[in-house]
């Protein structure tokens, strides 16, 4: 089975960070997919999609140092579904995208390279989570796309 997700897109705001009791930083932010079609009289219609990312222990810290509002950020992870009983005792539904790999699209004024380049992996198995991070990977000059 694969749950996996790839979104490239712009953030709505700055990530917000917080920390667990334990001390495990968990950081959030919307992010905007649009979607440009033709519609049946020929004029450009634009689709703008919202999706909420979850970002976890070093990628949260990372993202709250290095992201900002409006930056393009290449996101990669599986989508997750919770429930949850908000303040007024109301049962609500969230969908969180829960990134293990995030980078930021936007060039160094100086190096022409990506600013955001790594990636944290995380693998929950057998009851323990072990946490990796990924390689880095450079962006070539000129290149839009991370990959």
Same mark, same amino acid.
């Given at each position: ?7 490239? &897109?712009? /953030?709505?705001?700055?990530?917000? *960070? ?5 001390? !495990?930083?968990?950081?959030? @932010? ?24 979850? *970002?976890?222990? %070093? /990628? ?29 005792? *109301? ?6 995208? =829960?990134?293990? !790999? /995030?980078?930021? /699209?936007?060039?160094?004024?100086? !190096? &022409? %390279? ?5 990636? %944290?992996? *995380? ?15 450079? =962006? ?6 991370? @990959?």
């Amino acid at each position: 089975m694969i749950n996996k997700v790839t979104l490239i &897109g712009n /953030l709505g705001a700055d990530p917000e *960070v917080r920390h667990l009791d334990n001390g !495990t930083a968990v950081g959030r @932010f919307s992010l905007a997919t649009n979607e440009n079609y033709r519609d049946k009289d020929g004029n450009w219609q634009k689709i703008t999609e919202w999706h909420n990312v979850t *970002v976890w222990r %070093e /990628l949260a810290e990372r993202a709250e140092k290095q992201l900002k509002k409006g930056m393009m950020v290449f996101v990669e992870g599986k989508i997750s579904y919770r429930k949850y009983t908000d303040k007024e005792g *109301v049962e609500r539904t969230s969908t969180d995208i =829960v990134a293990n !790999t /995030l980078r930021s /699209l936007e060039r160094s004024e100086n !190096t &022409g %390279e990506s600013r955001f380049t790594t990636g %944290e992996n *995380v693998t929950v198995g057998n009851g323990r989570e072990t946490t990796t991070t990924a390689p880095q990977h450079q =962006v070539a000059e000129g290149d839009d796309l991370p @990959f």
